[in-house]
C-alpha cells in the first residue's frame, strides 16, 4: 500500500528504485539466543571480528610518524591494550558459550559492565576513559558488521537502488554513486553536511531527516524520492510515477532554456557585471564549471583528496590534482583552499582525531593545519607548483584571528623560498586570503583586511557559529537560519569592510547558489558570488532580472528589520526589483 514519508531536501533530483536498506550497528544487536550447535561457529565470528580491529589498530599506528606518532599514538596504544585484555575477551567467550549470547549482544553486555564500573569510579578522569570502552567495542562491532554484511556489500553494488540509512560517511557517497546508487535517504543528518554538499556535486538526489524510514521501509520496496522537496513515497502508484516522469521531462526543458545561458554575461539590470565562480572538488565540476561559463573557481575543497583513502597525498600526487584543477580551468582564476578537516569532514587517513567533545569547535581547519606544520608546507609547496601553471590564489578556512594568517603568510613564503632555491618556477604573488566564517573573524575583519589580498565569506559556517547551532543536527534545523538579523549585520559588514579596504570579497556557502537569496546579497552589495556548478546558470537567470540600484535601496530597511517576519517582508518588496516573467525558482 502507498505511504509517504517526509524528511529535509539535501540534494534535488528525483529518483526511482529498490530500496536497500542500511541497519546502523545499533540496531545490529541480534539478542536472538544461540542454538547450541551455532556456538562454536559464533565463537570464531568473534574472534575474526577481534582480530580484525587488532590489525586495524596495529595498521593505524604503523602509519603514523613524527608529531601525529605522539599525539595519537598513546590513544591507539590504549585501544590495543583494551582489545588484547584477556579478561573482557574471556568474558565475551564466556557470554557466547555459556550465556548463548550472539557476539554483538555479547560485546553489548561486556561495554555495559565495563561503562558501569567506569561510572561508578571517583576519578573523573578515569570515569571519563568510558569512552575508550566505546570506541572500542565500536570497532569490533563495526568488524562484525563488516563480516555479516558481505551480502549488502554485493547490493550496494547493483545498480538501481536508493540507499536508507541512519547517516552516511563522504568518502562512502562516492563510492555508492560510482556503483549505479540512484539516490540517499537517511534518517539524521542536515542540508548543510558535507555530505549533502558532496551529493549535490555527485549529482545525487538525498533527502536527510527522513526519521522514520529505517522503521517502515522494508528492503526490495520500490520507493521514489524528492530530493528538492524532502518526500519518499514508498510503493508509488501509477500516477506517482507519472509525476516523475513529468519531472524527469521537465528537467530536459528547463535545461534547454539555462543552456541558453551559458555563454551570456552577468550582469544586472542596471548594467552593474557579477561574478559567478564555481565551488569544486570533483573533476567533474570543473568541466562543468567551464561548460555553464564559470569567471573561475571561487573556493576548491581539498578535503576530496584526502578522503576516500588510507594515506596522505604526498606533494606530487596534491601537484598533480592541482595542476589538472588550473589547466583544467584555462587561465581562469583558481582559489585552492587549504585542507579544512575536522568536525564532520573525517577522514580515514587517521589525521583527525575522533574523540573531541565538540569538533565543531575543535582541532579543524587552519588549526590543524597550524598544529600539523608538516602537512600545510606540502599542501602550500604543491599549490605553488601549480600556480606555474596559471592563476591561483590560497584560502584558509577556520581563521579566528590575524595572528593564524600571519603564521599562515609566514609558511607560504618560506615555501616560495625555498621552491625558488630548488629550481622551481612559481608565480611572482600568491594571493593569500582567509575565509570569514567564525563570528571572529567577522568582527576583528577591519583590524586584519589589510594584511589579507582577499576573503571569502562561508556562510555554511558563519551562520552555525553565530548562532550557535550546529549544521548537521537535524533537530536545530529550523533554528538555522541565514535571514537572522545577526547574521545579516555579519554579511553586510563583512562586505562593507572589504569594499572600503579595496579587497575583493567573493561569498561562497550554500546560500550564494540558492536564487532566494540571490537579491538579498546584491542588495548587501555582493559582487561576486561562488557556488556549485550546477546551480550557476538559475543564478546568472536571477541576477540579470535583477535591478541592482533598486535593490540597494532595500538595504537599510533589511538591516533595520528585527523580526524574521520583518526581513520577509522586506524581501518580498525586492521582487518588484525583478523583471524575471517566471517566479525564481526555489532551491534546496
Ligand atoms: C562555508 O562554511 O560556508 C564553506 C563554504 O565551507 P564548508 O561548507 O566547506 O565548511
Ligand atoms: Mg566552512
Known amino acids: 500500500m502507498r505511504f509517504q514519508l517526509t524528511g529535509n531536501g539535501a540534494a534535488r533530483g528525483m529518483a526511482l528504485g529498490r530500496a536497500r536498506l542500511e541497519q546502523p550497528s545499533r540496531y545490529l544487536v541480534d539478542e536472538r539466543p544461540l542454538a547450541a550447535e551455532d556456538v562454536a561457529a559464533e565463537l570464531e565470528r568473534l574472534d575474526r571480528a577481534l582480530a580484525l580491529a587488532r590489525a586495524e589498530l596495529a595498521a593505524l599506528r604503523e602509519k603514523l610518524h613524527g608529531v601525529l606518532a605522539r599525539e595519537v599514538g598513546d590513544f591507539i596504544d590504549a585501544h590495543s591494550m583494551i582489545l588484547a585484555d584477556r579478561e573482557l575477551t574471556a568474558g565475551l567467550a564466556d557470554l557466547v558459550r555459556i550465556g548463548r549470547y550472539r557476539a554483538s549482544a555479547a560485546l553489548k553486555m561486556q561495554r555495559d559492565r565495563i561503562v558501569a564500573v567506569f561510572e561508578a569510579m571517583d576519578d573523573p578522569y578515569l570515569r571519563s576513559r568510558k569512552e575508550d570502552i566505546d570506541h572500542v567495542i565500536g570497532r569490533v562491532q563495526a568488524a562484525l558488521v563488516r563480516e555479516s554484511s558481505a551480502e549488502e556489500r554485493k547490493l550496494a553494488a547493483r545498480v538501481g537502488e536508493i540507499l536508507v540509512s541512519d547517516t552516511v560517511a563522504p568518502s562512502e557517497l562516492v563510492h555508492l554513486a560510482e556503483h549505479g546508487v540512484l539516490g540517499v535517504v537517511l534518517t539524521s543528518g542536515s542540508p548543510l553536511s558535507h555530505s549533502a554538499i558532496l551529493a549535490r556535486s555527485l549529482r545525487l538526489p538525498m533527502i536527510v531527516a527522513a526519521h522514520e524510514a529505517l522503521a517502515h521501509i522494508q528492503d526490495d520496496d520500490l520507493i521514489l524520492i524528492d530530493g528538492e522537496h524532502g518526500e519518499v513515497v514508498v510503493h508509488p502508484t501509477a500516477q506517482d510515477i507519472a509525476r516523475y516522469r513529468s519531472w524527469q521531462r521537465e528537467v530536459v526543458q528547463r535545461g534547454k532554456i539555462l543552456a541558453l545561458l551559458r555563454d551570456a554575461d552577468t550582469r544586472t539590470r542596471d548594467g552593474v557585471p557579477i561574478h559567478l565562480y564555481a565551488n569544486a572538488e570533483l573533476p567533474a565540476d570543473i568541466a562543468q564549471a567551464r561548460a555553464c561559463g564559470a569567471a573561475g573557481v571561487g573556493l576548491y575543497r581539498t578535503e576530496f583528496l584526502f578522503l ?127 575565509m570569514i566564517e567564525v563570528p571572529a573573524a567577522a568582527i576583528a575583519l577591519p583590524g586584519m583586511i589589510k594584511k589579507l589580498d582577499f576573503i571569502a565569506i562561508g556562510t555554511n559556517d558563519l551562520v552555525q557559529y553565530t548562532l550557535a547551532v550546529d549544521r548537521n543536527n537535524d533537530q536545530l534545523a529550523n533554528l538555522y537560519d541565514p535571514l537572522h538579523p545577526a547574521v545579516l549585520t555579519l554579511l553586510a559588514q563583512t562586505i562593507a569592510t572589504a569594499a572600503r579596504a579595496g579587497r575583493q570579497v567573493t561569498l561562497c556557502g550554500e546560500m550564494a547558489g540558492d536564487v532566494r537569496y540571490t537579491a538579498l546579497l546584491l542588495a548587501l552589495g555582493l559582487t561576486e558570488f561562488s557556488m556549485h556548478p550546477g546551480l550557476l546558470l538559475e543564478v546568472r537567470e536571477a541576477v540579470n532580472a535583477f535591478d541592482r540600484s533598486q535593490l540597494i535601496d532595500h538595504a537599510k530597511p533589511l538591516l533595520r528589520a528585527v523580526t524574521r517576519e520583518g526581513i520577509l517582508h522586506v524581501l518580498e518588496r525586492m521582487k518588484a526589483c525583478s523583471n524575471a516573467v517566471a517566479p525564481a525558482i526555489t532551491t534546496t
Open 308 to 434: 576516500q583513502r588510507k594515506e596522505i597525498p604526498g606533494e606530487g600526487e596534491q601537484f598533480l590534482a592541482y595542476r589538472d584543477l588550473v589547466l583544467g580551468m584555462g587561465g581562469l582564476p583558481v582559489t585552492i583552499r587549504t585542507l579544512d578537516l575536522g568536525a564532520d569532514k573525517a577522514d580515514s587517513t587517521g589525521i583527525v582525531l575522533d574523540d573531541e567533545d565538540n569538533p565543531a569547535l575543535g582541532v579543524r581547519g587552519v588549526r590543524l593545519s597550524l598544529r600539523r606544520p608538516q602537512l600545510m608546507i606540502t599542501q602550500l609547496r604543491a599549490i605553488l607548483r601549480a600556480s606555474n601553471y596559471g592563476p591561483v590564489r590560497v584560502l584558509v578556512p577556520m581563521v579566528a584571528s590575524a595572528e593564524e594568517m600571519a603564521s599562515v603568510r609566514h609558511l607560504l613564503n618560506e615555501c616560495a623560498r625555498d621552491l625558488r632555491t630548488a629550481g622551481y618556477e612559481i608565480a611572482d604573488h600568491i594571493e593569500l586570503g582567509a
